[in-house]
């Protein structure tokens, strides 16, 4: 099956997903796993590997299966597991309890949405959304008990912070070679201005959507305002004693910075061994080791290195369920990867080049919503309107970064379950299968939708 009809066939794949685990309650690898087998027979995958003429091969539904779940445990399977053991020490130590007083601190205890939605978008400028919500959810998860904010809210707030900038502001990759394709790789300290001022209408409409959705769902995060601060002073009282600010701090801030650093040197065409160390210290797992050594140093400083062996047992068992649910979404992406799908709306995207701005917007939102990735939605995206610019009518440095911005807005539009950071959120923030729905996928939607918004307005005065 191709064109339209094959189309088709994924949004009704998709229904049938969502039905399958919010209202029959089948578990959401299996529902995952059954929807990507069928949608890969309707799509006419092979059913084996055929080599076809000048040696290349066609990859069968099994081989694609087995690497689109491979693929996700290479690119986040490490990283989730050495975040949630730096979150699990990060717990144990009061390290995380130690973060949210300094929080409140800093911006005011009547504020914690807010300082947890402007904290992921500054930390997802140069790391990873997925890796950035597993870092910072046991900062979140420590404000809340602190100050009986809505754990729900908080997830989202946590979660839009993150996503926003991942999808708008480099030295993020997908922003950056969606740049680069685009043709305007020399001009990335514009992207980066024009990706902060397209967050203001997404960053205000996603602490307006988390407020909302906070008073109409509860997690199991949630705290009884009646009882934080008894909450609060068993807490201390059960720690005895806080990691310092330093040793509480270094494993959150030092990845990030080696990450940052890695980035910079990329950007800036970095050459010689001394660059291949940062980039080294920089990739997301070597970083996040680096971090869980400090973590370890942390439990020594407070006298529990012998939980040591229970804080790395009980981190895999907690990420288990992730790491193979994240998997399951991967293999759907590539799925549709595999298919005809892509290549079916790049030929036929002259149709729709009169829609202007908006026409990059709904690609990326549509390859988004396919596949799961936003990075390969951005890449995807800009490789299919890269040639039809100048029909499109974008000809300056100006408009083909704002282009590239319509193109993030639709990457972040929607994140559902074939994405491996809507499991990442869900899983980790206590959310079921049909809680995400109405907390990421909504929200994920109202972010997209204010950010176009945005960006067709500074499209009017922006030439």
Not at 126 to 149: E, Q
Not at 375 to 394: E, K, M, Q
Request: proline content about 5%; hydrophobic content about 55%; charged content about 10%.
């Amino acid at each position: 099956m191709t064109g339209l009809p094959l189309i088709i066939a994924f949004v009704a794949a998709i229904v049938i997903m969502i039905i399958m685990i919010s209202k029959l309650r089948i578990h959401p690898f299996i529902s995952i796993m059954l929807v990507s087998l069928g949608l890969g027979l309707i799509a006419g995958i092979p059913l084996v590997d055929h080599k076809l003429e000048g040696g290349a091969v066609q990859h069968g539904l099994a081989t694609v299966i087995g690497q689109g779940f491979s693929g996700t445990f290479t690119s986040i399977g490490i990283v989730i597991i050495l975040g949630a053991m730096i979150g699990t020490v990060l717990e144990k130590t009061g390290g995380a309890l130690k973060l949210a007083d300094m929080m409140i601190r800093l911006v005011g205890k009547d504020n914690p949405v807010l300082a947890v939605q402007l904290m992921g978008w500054v930390v997802s400028i140069p790391v990873f959304c997925d890796s950035g919500f597993v870092i910072l959810d046991p900062i979140r998860k420590a404000l809340v008990r602190r100050t009986a904010a809505s754990a729900v809210a908080m997830t989202f707030a946590l979660s839009s912070g993150l996503f926003i900038s991942h999808v708008f502001i480099p030295p993020t990759p997908g922003p950056i070679a969606a740049a680069s394709t685009l043709g305007i790789g020399d001009y990335l300290l514009q992207v980066i201005g024009l990706g902060i001022l397209c967050s203001i209408f997404p960053l205000i409409a996603g602490y307006f959507y988390a407020r909302w959705i906070g008073a109409r769902i509860r997690s199991k995060d949630e705290v009884n305002p009646e009882e934080v601060a008894k909450v609060y002073k068993d807490l201390i009282a059960s720690y005895g004693k806080l990691p310092s600010a330093f040793s509480t701090l270094a494993p959150i801030i030092v990845p990030i910075l080696l990450m940052a650093l890695s980035s910079v040197a990329a950007m800036a065409g970095m050459t010689g061994s001394g660059a291949e160390v940062i980039r080294f210290l920089g990739t997301p797992i070597i970083a996040l080791a680096v971090g869980m050594a400090f973590a370890t140093q942390q439990l020594f400083s407070v006298n529990r290195s012998e939980e040591f062996y229970a804080v790395c047992n009980n981190s895999l068992m907690t990420v288990g369920p992730i790491l193979f649910i994240t998997a399951a979404g991967g293999v759907l992406g590539k799925v549709i990867a595999s298919s005809d799908m892509v290549s079916y709306i790049a030929h036929h995207a002259d149709i729709f080049s009169t829609m202007g701005i908006f026409f990059p917007f709904l690609l990326a939102a549509v390859l988004k919503t396919a596949q799961g990735s936003s990075t390969v939605a951005l890449i995807t995206t800009a490789g299919i309107v890269a040639p039809i610019l100048p029909v499109l009518g974008y000809n300056t440095p100006i408009e083909i970064t704002l282009v590239c911005m319509a193109i993030g807005a639709g990457a972040m539009t929607v994140s559902h379950a074939n994405d491996s950071y809507f499991w990442v959120v869900s899983e980790f923030s206590g959310l079921t299968p049909d809680q995400g729905y109405r907390v990421q996928t909504m929200g994920t939607l109202v972010l997209g939708i204010a950010a176009i918004i945005e960006i067709a307005l500074l499209s009017l005065v922006l030439h």
